[in-house]
């Protein structure tokens, strides 16, 4: 799947988003609407994993749940950070990437297979590790945003997705022709979304369509 | 190699000869079934279609094929309306009500099954979905067709029950259904469907254990 979607990952990781960050020239203004929609984006994938979760198979549950814990955790860096640079979080309306992003994670969660559903969430964990760690490898220690870089470009999230990895495959064994083409349709979708994500924070992609402003 | 459907029902044959053979069924076959026992059976399988429609809403939900998604919705509207409509009809000849099958308390092996049907088509994939559904609506066909190969009873509510899932419509949905879990279990590798026989085999228990609930009678311990 990785494969298939090789040159859309690459632009995911040239994204000027990541690039900018690392470089510390990214306004600050951009960072924080970026992160009032990650925040949203992050509340929502509680109740996805929920749904996976409710599907999955006993070995999995663990990690699954500690997942749901680690969410509140990013929950609380953004707070802290946001509280830190001065950004509020509350009663941020979504933009239309984001209410679609979620949407699409809690429409596959309720409907698709558990081997579907577990796909979307490797690709967005996986996204955003390779991403985070395009942030890492040169950003400046002191940068307000070391904190997101901490967390996701960690070694404990890199077990983490790796964990995914192997499971994953495993799903993918056991997956019939039909069921595997769905979850490489689902994992190219995931990917575009993240790349619409980072589009986000520059004010592209943001607004809903036929709406001028966004409230 | 074989339909899975017919890999199935040779796993639940057992079973589904038990269910023949089940004094109930056999009661309905003879028209000599006591009523009283009868209406339990009128009423729990009133409450059950209410649980079973939403199956079908699920596999609406759940289909991969607009085919099969129209099928799923026919399905649920008919079970919904036209079905449940019939059976006011029918509890009517046996002295029912419609408000006392409205005011039916759930038995605990039809809430069980129930819960079990509708747990399945929302945690499980549509394959699953159909394994667990697939014992109540061609075992009613299955049955249906057995019952009617034999001289009808002389009580015409008795023989009328025997010709409603013996008929040309009954008989279709059970087959559809056949198709639809045939061409899901051909793409379902095969340690996976050893989990849609264990679905398949399990709701073939709970048919069973339906007639055997209306045949005692039921209530809860507590």
Known sequence: MLARVGPLWEEMLRHPFLVETRDGALPDATF??????????????????????????????????????????????????????????????????CHAYVQFLLATGALASYAEGFTVLYAAEKAYHDS??????????????????????SDAFAGWVRWLETELDGLGDQAGRAERARMADLFETTVRYEIAFWELAYGRAEGWPGIREVA | ??????????????????????????????????????????????????????????????????????????????????????????????????????????????RAYTDFLVRTAADGDLAELVAALLPCAWG??????????????????????????????????????????????????SDRRQRLLALFLLSSRYEWMFWEMCWRGEAWPV
């Open chain 1, 132 to 153: 985070w760690k395009v942030v890492k490898s040169g950003i400046d220690p002191g940068s307000p945003w070391i904190g997101f870089v901490e967390n996701w470009a």
């Open chain 2, 140 to 189: 009613y066909a299955w049955i249906g067709r057995r019952l009617a190969e034999e001289d009808r009873p002389s009580d015409r509510r008795y023989a009328d029950w025997i010709e409603t899932y013996a008929s040309a419509e009954f008989q279709q949905a059970a087959e559809w259904l056949r198709e639809e879990m045939d061409r899901l279990a051909a793409d379902t590798p």
């Open chain 1, 32 to 97: 924080a609407r970026w992160m009032r929609q990650d925040y949203l984006f992050v509340e929502a994938a509680i109740p996805f994993m929920g749904t996976l979760l409710a599907k999955s198979p006993a070995g999995h549950r663990k990690p699954l749940a500690d997942a749901i814990a680690a969410f509140h955790s990013e929950l609380g860096l953004f707070r802290e950070r946001a509280a830190a640079v001065g950004v509020d979080l509350d009663g941020v309306w979504p933009s239309f990437v």
């Open chain 2, 1 to 110: 190699m074989s339909a899975f459907t017919e890999e199935l029902f040779e796993a639940a044959r057992p079973i589904w000869e038990a269910q023949l053979e089940h004094p109930f069924v056999q009661g309905i076959a003879a028209g000599d079934l006591d009523e009283e026992v009868f209406r339990r059976w009128v009423v729990q399988d009133y409450l059950y279609l209410q649980e079973f429609a939403r199956v079908f809403a699920w596999g609406a939900a759940k289909a991969d094929r607009l085919a099969s998604m129209g099928w799923y919705a026919a399905a649920l509207d008919l079970t919904l309306h036209t079905e449940m409509e019939l059976h006011r009809a029918y509890a009517s000849r046996f002295g029912i009500s419609a408000d006392e099958l409205e005011a039916g308390e759930m038995w605990p092996t039809n």
